[in-house]
């Protein structure tokens, strides 16, 4: 099944577009005639080596030929204010576009991408001090205060343990605003509740896929890797403003998101458990439009959690007016309570259609209508109404998924959806456990044991990328671009997590926040979407850390153009480049590059 095309995006959202064919054309001949001008004026004046070549990147919009053996050797540096720049969510961009945004709908917390004119193209600088993270699994509980410069979450969160400053580190003692006590004793607490096989909160496999929102610096999740338990932790750049970023400076998973008033980037029936912990989220707003969203992600027979004095306060008036309003939603979405004790109460999704069925006719809130595509998630509004399973789901009684990680390798039901074979999905796995294996040999001479901790792949098809990194200590952020959307679906189903996204657009982290990035074929695809590929690189090197590296395996006229941008962009710290192995998914005009970004000097200074 082909995913519906996503609705045109609201004014000013697309980030990198490439411009009209006219002005690459012109800007083409310019640079060629340029970089010319430039060679044959080193050569006149018979220097061994010219001054360094400084172009913007706004110029830099068409694939121009460079001259064979010149390299441009500098980018511009955005200025140090922008060092923690994310440019769909600079709330600054608000006031310069006069955009009208609801407030109260949490629309200044969702995307809103800068035009091509008011775009920084330019590399971000790291902040003063900036130090080679702090290596996984000591992230988890220690980061380097100069990474990022901000405390006041210590002493605003003090009395609930998220962090603590000590010198020249942050700690995290695993503290939340509903576990002072530490979250691996709230989520054995969990386990006991639902009554879970040796108090294990993932039931034996069969919970592996977990949403947190409003995740704080998400030690949640952090305790929940134990447990072989993924959880995408959810919070926007508002008022706890870099809660995301310690969390992928910890090296957990997570992403900066919000319930406001698009659909979450994820396919429906892709999590087992969602979990509020004091998320201060009106869950009662607009017909209970945002927990039907959460309804709309969860597995059937999925729990939501929800910590919260609404749960537990009843002395207080508005607490249980809260309560009472937010029972009655739920009862009527069909959903039941598995537990309730203390400040917490679990409430679980039905298995099948029956109950709905069973509802009064015009009962609120009303059943989504055929044609809506519950997995469209890409610039989608969401919808106060229930989305009923299919008829298979509806038959089988669940999921019917293996537990994890059998999951991982087996084919899942759902792919019959996208019109892919058990065999080709089996043989995709195969093809890239070859090709991880061989990336691997590539970097062994430069990588240690825990090189790496943050993974992205820009472009996951059906994540077999992430799946062969089973063995390795690290995750994987699976992202699939919004034209090939109904792919997340497989990568959900196989125990992994991801998100849809369109890469002539910024992706909303943190700079600094991975430690690899692979993309498969990716630049071919911008460039076929008429977008910069020099926008993508300058994008990859925004969200990649100092010392990060990058693997590319595109076309080989695509590796040689990227080839000559590496000094510009610092990348030329270790370089690799071979002619892969020829596979059913391969080429044989394809090349891999392996790079890796350098530490500025700057950085090197201040910290040695």
């Known amino acids: 099944m082909k995913p519906h095309p996503p609705p045109p995006p609201p004014p000013g959202s697309r980030g990198w577009g490439a411009g009209a064919t006219g002005r690459r054309r012109a800007f083409a001949c310019a640079l060629a005639g340029a970089a010319l001008a430039f060679a044959l004026l080193c050569l006149f004046h018979g220097a061994a080596f010219g001054p360094t070549l400084r172009l913007r990147a706004s110029q830099v919009q068409a694939q121009a030929p460079l001259p064979d053996g010149l390299a441009l050797s500098s980018l511009p540096v955005c200025d140090a204010r922008h060092s923690e720049l994310i440019p769909c969510l600079d709330r600054g961009l608000h006031h310069q576009l006069r955009l009208r945004l609801n407030l109260s709908l949490m629309e200044h917390y969702e995307r809103h991408c800068p035009p091509a004119p008011r775009r920084l193209n330019c590399l971000i600088p790291p902040p003063d001090g900036y130090l080679v993270p702090i290596r996984w699994p000591r992230s988890r509980d220690e980061v380097w205060t100069a990474n990022i410069p901000h405390t006041h979450l210590a002493s605003e969160k003090s009395d609930q343990r998220w962090m603590v400053v000590n010198g020249d580190k942050i700690n995290f003692p695993g503290g939340g605003t509903h576990f002072h006590h530490g979250a691996d004793k709230y989520i054995v607490n969990l386990a006991q509740m639902l009554g879970f096989p040796n108090d294990k909160l993932n039931n034996e496999g069969n919970i592996r896929n977990v949403l947190d929102v409003g995740c704080g610096v998400a030690s949640f999740g952090a305790y929940l890797l134990p447990l072989d338990i993924i959880a995408m932790s959810l919070a926007p750049n508002d008022v706890h403003e870099n809660q995301i970023q310690f969390a992928l400076e910890r090296g957990i998973p997570s992403t900066l998101g919000v319930l406001g008033t698009r659909r979450l980037p994820y396919p429906s029936r892709s999590f087992e458990l969602a979990h509020c912990s004091r998320c201060r989220i009106d869950w009662l707003q607009r017909d209970g439009i945002l927990l039907l969203e959460v309804d709309r992600v969860l597995r059937p027979g999925g729990y939501f959690v929800y910590s919260s004095p609404e749960a537990y306060a009843h002395h207080d008036p508005a607490n249980r007016k809260i309560w009472k309003q937010m029972s009655n939603l739920a009862q009527r979405m069909c959903w039941r309570i598995a537990s309730k004790e203390g400040q917490t109460v679990i409430w679980v999704k039905p298995l099948t259609n029956g109950c709905y069925m069973r509802r009064e006719p015009r009962a609120l809130p009303p059943m989504c209508a055929h044609d809506d595509d519950p997995d469209a998630a890409w610039n989608v509004l969401m919808k106060a109404c229930i989305t009923p399973y299919s008829k298979r789901v509806n038959k089988a009684k669940g999921a019917e998924l293996l537990p994890w990680p059998q999951r991982l390798t087996a084919p899942p039901p759902r792919l019959e959806e996208i019109g892919i074979s058990s065999k080709n999905f089996s043989e995709d796995n195969e093809i890239w456990n070859s090709r991880v294996a061989q990336y691997w040999k590539l970097m062994k001479s430069e990588i240690q044991k825990y090189s790496f901790r943050n993974v992205m792949d820009m ?150």
């Not at 997340?488 to 991801?498: A, E, F, N, P, V």
């Open 459 to 608: 472009n996951a098809n059906l994540g077999g990328f992430a799946a062969s990194l089973r063995k390795k200590d690290v995750w994987v952020m699976n992202v699939a671009p919004f034209m090939e959307s109904g792919k997340l679906k497989i990568i959900y189903d196989r125990g992994l997590i991801g998100t849809i996204h369109d890469w002539c657009e910024s992706f909303s982290t943190y700079p600094r926040t991975y430690d690899l990035l692979h993309a498969w074929l990716l630049f071919s695809e911008m460039e076929n979407q008429g977008c910069g590929l020099e926008d993508l690189l300058i994008e990859m090197d925004r969200i990649m850390r100092p010392h990060g590296y990058a693997i590319i395996r595109d076309k080989a006229a695509v590796i040689d153009y990227i080839k000559k941008l590496l000094p510009a962009l610092r990348w030329d710290d270790w370089s690799s480049e071979v002619k892969p192995k020829r596979d059913a998914l391969s080429s044989d005009d394809e090349r891999v590059l392996i790079v890796r970004k350098k530490l500025w000097d700057q950085a090197a200074q201040a910290a040695s």
